[in-house]
């Protein structure tokens, strides 16, 4: 776990930094249900513009950044669902995401909202599932680079999550 988890809004300036951690983090994803096409297709086409253009559909994205302020992850969410978790490898297994979770559940647990949901890869399923997620069904979803990809439905009733 890291003593101090710093986190702030997205930034355009962000965008570059973010398609990095996010290409990093998809391309290190070591499971054995995913072939190495499946995650350069996964990978493919991510732009630094893009953040941006999420945020302009109504995407909420929250950066964890380094003492140098350089990001490490992210976690994208609407009003009612959790999007991505990513954290650069490097990164990774010191709480980052965890604290990203965290925060999201907090937000979603707005009145109204009584689940968290998120699509998850099968990679990440222990993830979610040490933070209180279960399994609701398998599914599947296309890539970016064109391929089907099989994910997990998982879910969190939200009524022990602390609101804002």
């Not at 630094?48 to 990001?71: K, M, Q, R």
């Not at 604290?99 to 999201?104: F, I, S, V």
């Not at 937000?107 to 997620?133: D, T």
Request: charged content about 25%; some cysteine; aromatic content about 6%.
């Amino acid at each position: 776990m890291i003593d101090q988890l710093n986190i702030r809004l997205f930034r355009r300036e962000d965008g570059a930094a973010l398609a990095d951690v996010h290409r990093r983090a998809i391309l290190s994803t070591r499971h054995g249900a995913y072939s190495g096409e499946d995650l350069e297709s996964w990978a493919y086409g991510l732009r630094d513009d893009g953040y941006a253009d999420s945020i302009l559909l109504g995407e909420l994205i929250e950066v964890a950044v380094d003492e140098s302020n350089v990001p490490v992850a992210f976690c994208a969410r609407t009003d009612t669902e959790i999007l991505a978790i990513y954290t650069h490898p490097e990164a990774q297994r010191r709480g980052i995401g965890t604290g990203l979770l965290a925060r999201a559940e907090i937000a979603l647990g707005e009145p109204g909202v009584e689940i968290s949901r998120v699509r998850s890869s099968l990679g990440a399923e222990n993830f979610y599932l040490r933070n209180g997620y279960v399994r609701e069904d398998v599914g599947i979803w296309t890539t970016r680079g064109g391929r089907s990809l099989d994910v997990l439905h998982m879910i969190k009733p939200l009524a022990d999550v602390p609101h804002v």
